[in-house]
Every structure is written in C-alpha cells, then in structure tokens.
C-alpha cells in the first residue's frame, strides 16, 4: 500500500519535472531567438550609424564647398566696386 | 524494500524538478529583461527615427531657401544686365 | 579792294566759327549725355552691390543654419549610440 | 578806315574761332576719355557677370549636391525602420 502511493507520487512529480522541462527548453528558444535578434539590430545600427556618419561627413564637405563659394561671392563683390571707384 | 527504493527515486525526481524550476525562474527572468531591453530600444529608436525626420524636413527647408537665394541670385544677374544693355 | 577782300575772309571766319559752335554744342550735349549714363550706371551698379551683399548675408545665415544642422545630426548620431551600448 | 574796321572785326572773329577751336579739342578729349572709361567699365561689367554667373552654376551644383544628401538620408531613416519591423 505504502509502495503503490509512493509509485504514484512519483509518478506525479516525473510528470511536472517533463512539463517543466519542455517548458524550459522552450523558454531557451525563446531567448536564443531574441539574444539573435538584439545581435542582428545592433549590427544594423551599427550599420546605419555608419552610413550617418558617412552622410554628415558628405555635409561637411558641401558646407565648406558653399564657403568657399560664399568667400568667392564676398571677393567678387568688393573686388569689382573698388575697381569702378578707381574709374 | 521496495517502499524505500521508490522513497529514493521520488527524492530524487524532486530534486532534478526544485533545480529545473529554479533554472525556469532564471530563464524567465532573463528573457523578460531581454524584452524589456529591446522595447526600450525599440522606443530609443523611434525617438531616434523621429529626430532624425525633424533634421530632414530642417534640411528641406534649407535647400528650399537656397533655391530661392539661387533664384533672387539669376533675376539680379539678368536683371542687370538687360538694364546695362539699353543704356 | 582791300575792304572786300577782307569782308571775304572774315564772312568764311565766321561760317567757320559758327560751324565749330554748332560742333561744339553737339559735343557739349554728348558728353553731358555720357556722364549722365556714367552717372546712372553707377548708381546702378551701387544698387546691384547692395542686392548682391543682401543675398550674401543670406548665404552666410544659411551656411550657419546648415552649420546648426549638421551639429545636430552629429549630437544625435554621438548620443544615440552611447544609450545603444550602455543597454 | 573800312578796312581796319574790317580787319579789327576779322581779328576778333579769328580770335574767338580759335578759343572755340581749342575747347573743341578739349572736349572731344573728354568725350573719348569718358567713351574709352565706359568701354573699360562695360568690359568689367561683362567679366563680373561670367563670375557671376560661375558662381550661380556652383551654387546649382551645391544645391544638386545638397538634394542628393538628403534623398540618401530619407531612403536611410526609411529603410533603417523597414528592417526594424521585420524583426
């Protein structure tokens, strides 16, 4: 009698310990998945910060390039008027 | 005989469920930390993606009113000139 | 004789005279002519050099504009991706 | 008596062609000096008109620049934010 009670108690706790480890391996899934999903979203903004770096360097160059096209306007301006007063 | 034998076995099935659960415990909380991770993130990057939206819709506004300096610019060239020519 | 012979020569002095004032009204009339136009091309030239210095200090508040910008862009590129490994 | 009246007349006429004469020179002097300040300064208007409009096709290929730049940053916050939603 003893024996046949503790063969179903244990037959119980068996049961809970094979849910609990499905459970376990599916929660590994789970995090295995989403630890390969931070890693792909990482390397992409990676990515994409690399390509606004890119960008903000393209925008450093046409800033100075209208500078540059500013400073050629300043000079033609002041250039021009003093040769007319010279006349 | 028999009685104890199963009083050890069921012992241990306990034991191997009391460590799978705590491991489940784990697991759980890792993989809520993670989401917690990515959500944040996911907001940090809308954030980002709507600053981002704010310096473009900037940047058009920026390159409108170039075109329209570029514009007062070629009527002020002809303009002077169709006037230098009649006189 | 002698009195004819000068009325002569002082009636071809004086066809001569008249002709070199009527000359020297015509170049009296066209030289006040070019000064004017030397005049209202200048005033014009100084008008256009006051357009052209307007659309440079256009160009000067847009390259700091465009400045302002790219400093954001900057900032927002840095500051993101320090939130991005503190995670 | 005629004569000498005549000759005196003829005198003072001959006298007046010259001073007429003499600001005569004077004035074509003028005339073509301020011709040849209108050549040179419609030469210079010409040569600041080709800087000109030099300066304006840089500014155009700045602003194609500029344009260019931004379609790049649009297409990149856009598909940055595709790629995040198919995680």
Known sequence: ERA???QLQKD??????QETETRNAELEAQLAGLE?????SQVEQ???RKSLR???ELLD?????LTELR??????IDGTFVRARVE
Chains 1, 2, 3, 4 share one sequence.
């Open 4 to 6: 046949s009670e503790l």
């Open 12 to 17: 119980a706790v068996s049961q809970k310990l």
């Open 36 to 40: 390969q999903r931070v890693e792909t």
């Open 46 to 48: 990676e990515s994409f």
């Open 54 to 56: 890119s960008l903000l």
């Open 61 to 65: 160059g046409k800033i100075f390039e």
């Open 71 to 76: 400073d050629s306007l300043a000079k033609l």
